[in-house]
């Protein structure tokens, strides 16, 4: 258990430190509640084109440098391979292996069953056609301040709420800011969300040849 | 029933095949692994599930003179079905650009309304490059200037994803992810597309962070 909180510290601290510091003040450590089996602070840790994978979901946020190429991670467009890519940084030594390795094969399907567009707006049509616009003027709309409604979603980069963050923290972390996550709050939830998912998984990749970020705990 | 109610039964409808079609016990609880029905108590409880302010996915890419957000949700929803214009939320997208996301250097305020004939518009507030709100019909390409565009409606949802064998591994602990199953196939969201110019955002060498957040008034 010692060498375990020990684990959560140092993984708390990675964690907080690649959120872009935000908000300030230290990380909040929370002792994981992880199997004892694997550690995956090497998946963590490891680089995901130039970034900690650490520092992709802390805080929840998408993040476009636009001096550099496009693309998952650098930003999002509508035709990238977001889960196969995630589920790569997230499970694979990448050391081993390049982040697009299940999506070459591909692991999901490998686009989206209709052509994006080239122009504005970009979105494919509706399935069933484009409903049809019917025009309107003199719209009403609420003039309430945000601060008058109440959160009930939010949304920063995929994955991180759905995959990384357990049934009963779910309200909790969409109710959150990323200066939170940038205090290491969902630290050790996603330490121990990320251990779960990685013991279930390890003996499939590694039976596709695949090598596993996660390692034993000696 | 009302319209509102149609759609939400509807789109529970949908739901409850898709869960019945895979392990209920953990579509229920953990969704899909974008951001669509999530988080699950609020957004993926059948009739009682708020739909329209459930988040699915923020897009950002730019060109040499532009920035594109999209925001999807209030998906999949099967085709035919109409969008979730739902008049007591506002989504606000959060963008920062000084090298601290946890700051907001921009919010977008977006509000569905309705005009006396019943007619659905959207309202988009705060847009940077924008001279002033953003205010037309639903499911029609709004402009400010030559480069400022905004619009709001039914698009076919972008994410391609095996949630179905997602599920089915975690239940299983077996990866039983294909590539030839995309629950998202052949289904909608209601979305938001707004670009603008780059020169409004770009702060030097400095990312731009995004994050958006869909709230409610509760009576």
Redesign the interface.
């Known amino acids: 258990m010692r060498r375990s909180r020990a684990i959560g510290v140092v993984v708390a601290l990675v964690l907080a430190a690649c959120?872009?510091?935000?908000?300030g003040g230290p990380a909040t450590v929370v002792t994981p509640p992880t199997p004892q089996g694997l550690d995956v602070t090497p998946c963590l840790t490891q680089l995901v084109a130039g970034r900690s994978l650490a520092s992709l979901v802390v805080?929840?946020?998408?993040?476009?440098?636009?001096?550099q190429p496009?693309?998952f991670p650098n930003?999002?467009?509508?035709?990238d391979?977001?889960?196969d890519l995630?589920l790569a940084a997230l499970f694979l030594d990448l050391r081993q292996h390049p982040v697009d390795i299940l999506a070459r094969?591909?692991?999901?399907?490998?686009?989206?069953?209709?052509v994006?567009l080239t122009v504005?707006?970009?979105?494919?049509?509706?399935?069933?056609?484009?409903?049809?616009?019917?025009?309107?003027?003199?719209?009403?709309?609420?003039t309430?301040a945000?601060s008058?409604?109440?959160?009930?979603?939010?949304?920063?980069e995929?994955?991180v709420?759905?995959?990384l963050v357990s049934?009963p923290f779910?309200?909790a972390?969409?109710d959150g800011?990323?200066?939170a996550d940038?205090n290491g709050m969902w630290v050790a939830e996603f330490t121990a969300t990320l251990t779960v998912?990685a013991t279930?998984?390890r003996d499939?990749?590694m039976a596709l040849g695949l090598t596993p970020c996660a390692v034993p705990r000696t | 029933m009302d319209l509102r109610s149609l759609r939400l039964t509807a789109v529970a409808a949908v739901t409850a095949l898709l869960v019945a079609g895979a392990a209920a016990s953990w579509f229920g609880?953990?969704?899909?692994?974008?951001?669509?029905l999530?988080?699950?108590?609020?957004?993926n409880v059948g009739a009682n599930s708020?739909v329209a302010?459930?988040?699915?996915?923020?897009?950002?890419?730019?060109t040499a003179t532009t920035?594109?957000i999209?925001?999807?949700?209030a998906g999949p929803s099967?085709?035919?079905l109409?969008?979730f214009y739902d008049?007591?939320?506002?989504f606000?997208v959060?963008l920062?650009n000084d090298?601290?996301?946890?700051?907001d250097e921009a919010?977008i305020?977006i509000?569905?309304?309705?005009?006396?004939?019943g007619?659905?518009?959207?309202?988009f507030l705060n847009i940077p490059g924008a001279t002033g709100p953003i205010?037309?019909?639903?499911?029609?390409?709004l402009t400010d200037g030559p480069v400022v565009?905004a619009?709001a409606?039914?698009?076919?949802d972008?994410?391609?994803?095996?949630a179905q064998?997602f599920n089915e591994?975690?239940a299983t602990?077996?990866?039983s992810?294909?590539?030839?199953?995309?629950l998202f196939?052949?289904?909608?969201d209601t979305?938001f597309?707004i670009?603008i110019p780059?020169s409004a955002i770009?702060n030097g060498?400095m990312?731009?962070?995004?994050?958006?957040?869909?709230?409610?008034?509760?009576p």
Do not use: C
């Open positions: 959120g872009g510091g935000g908000g805080p929840d946020v998408v993040t476009l440098d636009m001096n496009n693309g930003g999002r467009r509508l035709d391979p977001v889960i995630e094969r591909p692991l999901n399907p490998g686009g989206n069953d209709k994006t504005f707006p970009y979105l494919a049509e509706a399935h069933g056609g484009a409903p049809a616009a019917v025009g309107g003027s003199g719209f009403v709309f609420r309430d945000p008058a409604y109440t959160r009930v979603d939010r949304g920063g995929p994955a709420s759905t995959v049934g779910k309200n972390f969409n800011t990323p200066a940038a998912l279930q998984f499939d990749f | 609880r953990s969704a899909d692994a974008a951001d669509h999530d988080p699950p108590a609020r957004t708020d302010a459930d988040l699915a996915d923020v897009f950002i890419w730019n920035v594109t999209a925001l999807t949700g099967n085709p035919g109409p969008g008049t007591n939320l506002v606000i959060h920062s090298g601290n996301p946890a700051t919010t305020d509000r569905f309304g309705r005009d006396p004939m007619k659905f518009g959207v309202q205010v037309g019909p639903v499911q029609t390409i565009k619009v409606g039914v698009f076919d972008p994410f391609f994803f095996d064998g591994s975690r602990g077996t990866l992810v294909r590539n030839d199953r995309n196939g052949g289904r909608n979305s597309v670009e780059r770009a060498t990312p731009v962070t995004i994050w958006a957040e869909a709230r409610r008034i509760i």
